[in-house]
């Protein structure tokens, strides 16, 4: 059964950090694309950041220089580490593996909240 789940939401003050975790397993973790998506209340979802199996990573233009992704295939984890948070970074955060022959796969979201 393939699970995403991640950890690490919270309410935090602008300005303030968070680290988002999401731990895989059910899938072949080393051949995906993981990415880290977000929903904010009325709005699509869009991407923030991906990391490729090979370690090449995209940035939406809005978290740039602000967030960083990682990846540790040995735990079978993804990592967002967000800084220097705004209020527009408010959202439900989702975790998503992608392969293009194995399929898609979405977290159940965590909660982020920043105060102003």
């Known amino acids: 059964q393939v699970q995403l789940v991640e950890s690490g939401g919270g309410l935090v003050q602008a300005g303030g950090s968070l680290r988002l975790s999401c731990a895989a397993s059910?899938?072949?973790?080393?051949?995906?694309?993981m990415g880290w998506y977000r929903q904010a209340p009325g709005k699509q979802r869009d991407l923030v950041a991906t990391?490729?199996?090979?370690?090449?990573?995209q940035y939406a233009d809005s978290v740039k220089g602000r967030f960083t992704i990682s990846r540790d295939n040995a735990k079978t984890t993804v990592i967002l580490q967000m800084n220097t948070l705004k209020p527009e970074d408010t959202a439900t955060y989702y975790c998503?593996?992608?392969?293009?022959?194995?399929?898609?796969?979405w977290g159940q979201g965590t909660q982020v909240t920043v105060s102003s």
């Open positions: 998503n593996a992608v392969h293009r022959q194995l399929g898609n796969r």
């Open positions: 059910g899938i072949t973790f080393h051949l995906y694309t």
């Open positions: 990391i490729s199996s090979s370690g090449t990573t």
